[in-house]
C-alpha cells in the first residue's frame, strides 16, 4: 500500500479531471514552486475542474525541507503521497505508484522532474503522459539520459518554458515538434504569509553574519549549471570593497561539498555562508542584492522568484534573459566568459542604493507582467482538457 502523507485542507472538489503530478522529491525546487502556484489556482477552489494529486518518489517523513512543502500544498487542497518508506532506493516503490495510479485512475500523469518520467511510464501504461522539462537536458547523466530517451516518445505533451529549450531536447530526448508545447514560468510576489516570520536578529545569528552585514544572495539548486562557484569567487573581490558584504548561498545539491572546499581556498571564505534549504521570502527584507548567473538555456524559477520580490538582480547575459530583460533597466548582465563582470556589477549597485532600488521595482514589473500566475496556471488547464479528451496535437509548439 502507498503510503498517504497529508490531505487536502479544503471542502472538496469540483472533480471532473483528475490530475496526477510525480516529482523525484519535494525538496524546494523550480518544480516544486510552480506546482504550488498552480496548486493554489487550480485545486480546492469555487468551480475548479481539476483534482491534483502529488506522488513524490522519494521519501517525505524525517526531511524537514520536504514535510515543509507538503505542508504548502496540502495548504493548497491538494492530496500528497510519498511510495518511498526509505532513505534511499526503495525496491517497492514502483509497485507502489502503479498501485496508487490504479486507485486514483488519473486522466492525465503530469511528470515535473526527469527521473520520475520512466517511472510513470511503467506504473501508468496507456494513460496520457505529459513531462515538463526545464533544465539543460545535456547535463543528465548517461543513464537517465537514456531512460528518458525511451520514455519521452510515450509522452503526449513536452512542456517547455521557451523557444531555446526546443533546440536542446530535439537533440537529446529526440522529442517531435508535435508535442512540444511552451508554457513560461508563473509567479507571483511574495507575502507575509509565505516566511515564517523569523526576526532579522534569529536570521543573522543563525547564519553567523555581523548585525551590519550587507547581504548577498544567490538561491537554489548547487549544480554544475548554476555557476555558483563563480558567485563564490567575487564575493572574494566584493569583500576587500565592501568588508561587510556577505554572500549567503541558499540551497543545496551535488555541487556543495566541491563550493566548499573551493571557498575555502580563497582569502575571503570567511564571507560566504552556506545555509542549504532555508525558506528566500525570509530573508527578502534583508537582502541587497542578488546574484543569478547561470548558463542554461531555460528560466531559472529562483531568478523570476527574486526579481518578483523586488530585489536588484544581477543576471548572466544569455539568450534566455535578453528575450524579455534590458540591460541596466531591470537588470545588469554579467558576462558568462568574464569572471570579474558580477564583482563589478555588484559594486556599482552597492554603492548606489537608489539606483540598486530602481532596477529592483523595474525588474518586479517587468517579471509580473511576462509571467504571471494566471497565465500559466490557464495554459496548464488548457493543456490538461486537451490531453485529457485526446487532442494533444493541437498543442503544438508556438511561442509565448
Known sequence: ????????????????????????????SAASSRLLLLARRLSGTAG????????????????PECVASARRLAAAGVQVESVSQAAGWDPLAPVRLRRLIGRLQPDVVHVWQPAGLAWARMAAPGRPLIAS?????????????????????????????????????????????????????????????????????????????PADARVIATMGRLVAGRRVRDGIWNI??????????????LGDGPQKRRLQAFNRALRGWAHTRFLSWQN????????????????????S?????????????????TASHRAF???????HFAAVNERTSLAKCGRRLLRDPAAAAAIGAAGQARVLERFGAEVFAEAHRKLYDAVAAGSATSFAARSA
Open 325 to 331: 530583460l534590458e540591460d541596466g533597466v531591470h537588470t
Open 133 to 209: 522539462i526545464d533544465n539543460w537536458p545535456g547535463r543528465y547523466d548517461r543513464w537517465l539520459l537514456s531512460l528518458m530517451r525511451s520514455s519521452i516518445r510515450h509522452v503526449a505533451a513536452v512542456v517547455i518554458p521557451n523557444e531555446a529549450m526546443a533546440v536542446p531536447v530535439r537533440k537529446f530526448l529526440a522529442v517531435r515538434d508535435e508535442q512540444l508545447t511552451i508554457i513560461p514560468p508563473g509567479v507571483e510576489p511574495p507575502d507575509a504569509s509565505q516566511g515564517t516570520g523569523t526576526p532579522r536578529e534569529a536570521l543573522f545569528a543563525a547564519a553567523q553574519l
Open 48 to 63: 475548479t475542474t481539476d483534482r491534483l494529486t502529488v506522488v513524490s518518489l522519494q521519501r517525505i517523513q524525517g526531511r
Open 301 to 317: 524559477q529562483s531568478l523570476l522568484e527574486a526579481m518578483a520580490a523586488g530585489k536588484p538582480v544581477i543576471a548572466s547575459n
Open 1 to 28: 500500500m502507498q503510503s498517504g502523507f497529508l490531505a487536502p485542507t479544503s471542502a472538496g472538489f469540483a472533480v471532473s479531471t483528475q490530475i496526477l503530478h510525480v516529482l523525484d522529491h519535494l525538496q524546494p
Open 280 to 299: 528566500p521570502a525570509d530573508w527578502w527584507p534583508h537582502v541587497e542584492l542578488v546574484f543569478h548567473f547561470d548558463d542554461e538555456p531555460g528560466i
Open 236 to 249: 572574494d573581490i566584493l569583500s576587500l570593497l565592501f568588508t561587510n558584504s556577505y554572500l549567503v548561498i
